[in-house]
């Protein structure tokens, strides 16, 4: 349980580097400013997350998500339903809490900033990128690119949010995830 905990925070650690205000790096040097809870999709889900460390390791968590006009607001749980943290962003400001130790390091920002660009519509994604990110869809995915390379992919299936999986991949640090929304 602690080493999910630590395996996220070092992953955030090596894919970010430092940020500011509601500013994060996406990958070193290319950055994403959260949009306001109130532009993206009001849902609720309960997913479970496969984390594909660089190493090849899996780790599996489960996740409350929610979003509505007011609030983005994520509980991360191990697969035995302990809390490993929980995250709320108003548009204003992001609070984190957890029950264990995090590292210093760990920056809950990036997580949301990952869910906004896998579920937040096109254009309003397209207004958070950095200078010299872009980003291009497809039918059922997206393409996060960076001084003219790939920084993530996003596939979905489902019709709409929450979709019935989605699968990031950040070409750079080797790194995956596959969130699978669970039936109610």
Not at 106 to 112: E, H, I, M, S, Y
Not at 149 to 178: C, E, F, H, Q
Request: glycine share 10%.
């Amino acid at each position: 349980m602690i080493r999910l905990a630590h395996l996220a925070a070092i992953t955030v650690l090596v894919l970010t580097g430092c940020a500011s205000g509601n500013t994060v790096n996406l990958a070193p040097g290319y950055t994403y400013t959260l949009r306001s809870p109130a532009s993206g999709p009001q849902f609720t889900a309960v997913q479970e997350i496969v984390i594909q460390a660089p190493d090849g390791r899996e780790e599996r968590l489960v996740s409350q998500l929610e979003n509505d006009a007011t609030s983005m607001r994520l509980a991360a749980f191990t697969p035995l339903g302990q809390t490993l943290l929980t995250v709320r962003f108003d548009g204003r400001s992001v609070q984190t809490a957890s029950p264990m130790p995090v590292p210093p390091a760990f920056d809950a920002r990036f997580v949301l900033a990952l869910i906004q660009l896998a579920l937040w519509p096109e254009n309003e994604v397209a207004e958070g990128l950095g200078v010299g990110v872009t980003l291009t869809s497809g039918a059922n995915a997206r393409e996060v690119q960076g001084g003219g390379r790939i920084l993530w992919t996003i596939k979905t299936a489902g019709a709409s949010v929450p979709y019935d999986t989605v699968d990031m991949r950040s070409v750079g640090a080797r790194l995956g995830l596959r969130i699978t929304t669970l039936p109610e």
